[in-house]
């Protein structure tokens, strides 16, 4: 199962449907607050038959939508350009219409006043074409007064500008609703694939729609008259099908959170008290799946940056140190020069001796500097000699800190790996800010620091096990949750979750089953035999004024088992 797969058919048979509700639930409410938790979405909290009802509007790429929601999202301290404009003219205005265009655009009138308090109307046009995707806020003329994102006259053919006359995207496309245009449209094929052909002529609708048109008519393969009208009827169905015994709103959970305005053949539907209410489910999931991988992408690409950064250093170390083996070549020729004071005449470049620090007593050259005395030639290379020592030590230290580093930042990307679209996210982000591989702008102060986000939590045959999800987690759990007396498990010799048995004497199944968990949320979870070490709590110590999450063991017993997740045992 991919985490961010979701089939929903986000297409104007879906969408008019879905607007048309809109229409019937909003219609005369007032809107009380407008926000904009993220750069692309839109929310007005809008008061209706006493309540208060969240509509979200997103020009996300990857999960654009219109529909009511009652998730929550934190809102920025500034807002963007385009909140604070909406709010100027839609704070205290009235819902008037939710209406769907031809394509997938849904035009939102609301009737407010103007700066000289005169009544007037206002449009927010949605239009939700995946990378295509825009809000577009117009007067009552349809002249744009601001857009979520604009498009200038040399960048399209239909600009969208502050002061331009708004124009919906036309496509020269077939309405699902012309019954005899789809008719014909149908008759004129002759390919291999009725539904691919459909799905690139007929308006704003989606092949999975398409192929659910095709099995409701019968469709068996051979194109003629009959077939042509069934097709036709149930795509002019479909598009009225808002208010019809049809209009069936349907959600399922496999693959993953889907929404249907009537339940599709092939999925596992169940009823839904609104369409909104499904889409909402669907939306909000395929949103924050999105939204994760977004965000794990960038951490995932400070991470890989911050680790060739480590690698680097310990290139340079490696270099360093290769140069401080030469270090005591430097204090054999100083102690050379000084032994052989009186063959150095003034203005010599060179000393020709034989090296008696050497078993075999070779003869060896020494370059001399003409202008100095013997002494002061042998306190060079003794000074040098005393550089590369204390180099030496330093480097050493500094390669060390490189290298615990580099393992840090394997560790954090063997977490990003199995990343859910969760709070612990901004753990990992935290951890990369506290060692440099984040920098916050230079106008943006440190945020105030969070407790961990949760870690997994299983049960198994009465006993409570958890496991972190990343470092911050893990000290957390090891040092804060757990007691001494409590099992503590880990990968050997790997980066992984530590996993804690909430029990002093865990029967073996339950160690066998918390070790199989171990070696699940490790970078060893591949393998099929994995060996897993376990010991009392008492036992794991912190490495002191080292990296979150870096520990050491003794007294512990190794287990080898199959790496299992064992999901369905999450509490």
């Known amino acids: ?23 019937d639930v909003l219609s005369g409410g007032k809107v009380d607050k407008v926000n904009m938790p993220e750069t692309d979405e839109v929310r007005l909290q809008i008061r209706v038959g006493g309540e208060n009802l969240v509509l979200t509007a997103s020009a996300n790429p990857t999960s654009p939508r219109l529909h009511l929601t009652k998730t929550k ?7 963007p350009a385009f909140c604070m404009h909406l709010r100027k003219y839609l704070i205290s205005s009235t819902v008037t219409s939710v209406e769907p265009l031809k394509d997938r655009v849904v035009k939102i009138t609301f009737s407010g006043r103007n700066e000289l308090k005169d009544a007037t109307c206002y449009h927010l046009y949605v239009e939700i074409m995946n990378r295509y995707s825009n809000l577009v806020f117009t007067d009552e003329n349809d002249v744009v007064t601001s857009a979520l994102k604009t498009v200038g006259i040399e960048d399209s053919v239909r600009p969208v500008m502050s002061g331009l006359k708004y124009t919906p995207p036309v496509q020269q496309k077939v309405n699902p609703d012309d019954f005899e245009a789809v008719k014909s449209l149908i008759l004129s094929f002759s390919g291999d694939s009725l539904s691919g052909f459909l799905t690139k002529r007929l308006n704003g609708v989606a092949k999975i729609t398409v192929e659910e048109i095709l099995k409701r008519a019968d469709f068996s393969g051979e194109v003629n008259e009959q077939t042509a009208e069934r097709i036709a009827l149930w795509a002019q169905k479909f598009w009225n099908a808002y208010g019809t015994e049809l209009f069936c709103p349907s959600k399922t959970e496999v693959p993953a959170p889907d929404f249907f305005f009537t339940p599709y053949d092939g999925f596992d539907c169940s009823p839904c008290k609104t369409l909104n209410e499904a889409a909402d489910l669907a939306f909000s999931y395929a949103d924050k799946c999105a939204r994760t991988k977004q965000k794990t992408k960038k951490l995932v690409d400070a991470a890989t940056r911050f680790k060739d950064k480590c690698l680097q250093k310990i290139e340079l170390s490696d270099k360093k140190l290769s140069e401080c083996e030469k270090a005591d070549e430097y204090k054999v020729k100083g102690d050379l020069i000084l032994a052989n004071v009186w063959k150095v005449k003034k203005g010599d470049e060179v000393l020709s001796t034989e090296n008696w620090f050497d078993p075999s007593s070779p003869l060896v050259e020494i370059k001399l500097d003409g202008r100095l005395t013997p002494g002061a030639n042998a306190n060079k290379y003794f000074q040098k000699y005393q550089k590369l020592k204390r180099a030496k030590s330093v480097t050493e230290t500094q390669k060390a800190e490189a290298e615990e580093l580099l393992d840090y930042a394997n560790g954090i990307l063997e977490a990003l790996g199995r990343a859910e679209p969760d709070k612990s996210l901004s753990d990992v982000e935290q951890e990369l800010q506290n060692v440099g591989a984040i ?10 620091k969070e407790p961990p986000s949760k870690p997994y939590v299983y049960e198994f045959e009465g006993v409570k096990i958890m496991a972190g999800k990343n470092n911050l987690q893990n000290e957390a759990l090891t040092f804060k949750t ?3 007396s409590d099992v503590w498990l880990h990968v050997k010799a790997e980066h992984g979750s530590h996993v804690i048995v909430f029990s002093s004497a865990p029967p073996e199944s339950v160690l066998t089953f918390a070790a199989e968990i171990a070696a699940a949320l490790s970078s060893a979870s591949m393998s099929d035999k994995v060996e897993v070490d376990f010991t009392k709590r008492k036992n794991v110590k912190k490495i002191p004024g080292k990296l979150p999450g870096r520990v050491t063991y003794a007294s512990q017993t190794t287990l080898v088992v199959k790496p299992d997740k064992h999901q369905t045992f999450l509490v």
Do not use: I, W
Not at 73 to 79: A, G, L, R
Not at 440 to 445: A, E, I, T
């Open 1 to 23: 199962k991919k985490l961010f797969e979701v089939f929903m058919p986000s297409d104007l048979m879906t969408l008019r449907p879905l607007a048309l509700e809109l229409n």
């Open 439 to 448: 920098k916050l702008p230079k106008n943006q102060k440190k945020a105030k």
């Open 73 to 79: 999202k934190e809102n920025p301290m500034v807002p």
């Open 482 to 484: 757990a007691s001494p």
